[in-house]
């Protein structure tokens, strides 16, 4: 399957959204044939992660496992600037990379998505660890709320995380449920991929919980947590 080629210094985990800002001219090419009625490509694109080199201008080296991604809306601007908002929608191997026409096209070879051996008997531990994990990050935020402002009512920041932070049910489906925590762990993208490169959600799931009671031991020991591009709203090319 031949698909447009999009390296991102950010890890899109399928079942996922993906907002990119698509202002450089090959990408601003690229999305117009996305979205050209009888595209070949049907709207989708493969994302991976850059190891090394530059997102914008340049050929960046990515991993060679990263997620097909399918347009859900697009808006073109006057200046030719694009805004999509994408879903991951599974998982490939990424092979021979075409760099001869405007926008990379790389052949790529989707990967099955098994469950895996007691992946359903994994859910309710991981959404213990999830639910954790969620109550030490508003604890955290409080608590660095309330340090950088000592004005600030504490009661009303809880109160607000109260709205952002809503308690988070998992999917019944371990592979969604797997996916869903890799997107919400606020970790080094190098240690995302690794749960993106995962061979079924069972490993994913057993690998999340080791991650998630780590992560929130550190949060409650004060350790900031990695930021990534992700976290601010669109990803641009």
Known sequence: ?????FPLHTVVFPHLPLPVHVFEERYRTMAADLMREGSPYAGRFIVSMIVDGPEVGGD???HPVGTICEVRSAERFPDG???????????????EIDRSGPYAIVDVDPLDEPA??????LLAPAQVALDGYMATVKRFVVRAASVRDESQETTDV???LDMMLKPI???????????AIGGLLQIELSRKQRLLELPDAAARLRAEVVLLR???SLLDDGALPPVQASDIGYNPN
């Open 1 to 5: 399957m031949l698909l447009p080629y």
């Open 60 to 62: 960046a080296a990515t």
């Open 81 to 95: 600037r694009w805004v999509l908002l994408a879903v991951g929608v599974g998982r490939a191997h990424l092979g």
């Open 116 to 121: 895996g051996d007691g992946a359903e008997g």
């Open 158 to 160: 809880a109160a607000s």
């Open 169 to 179: 049910q998992l999917p019944d489906d371990p592979v969604a449920a797997s996916y």
């Open 214 to 216: 780590r992560e929130s």
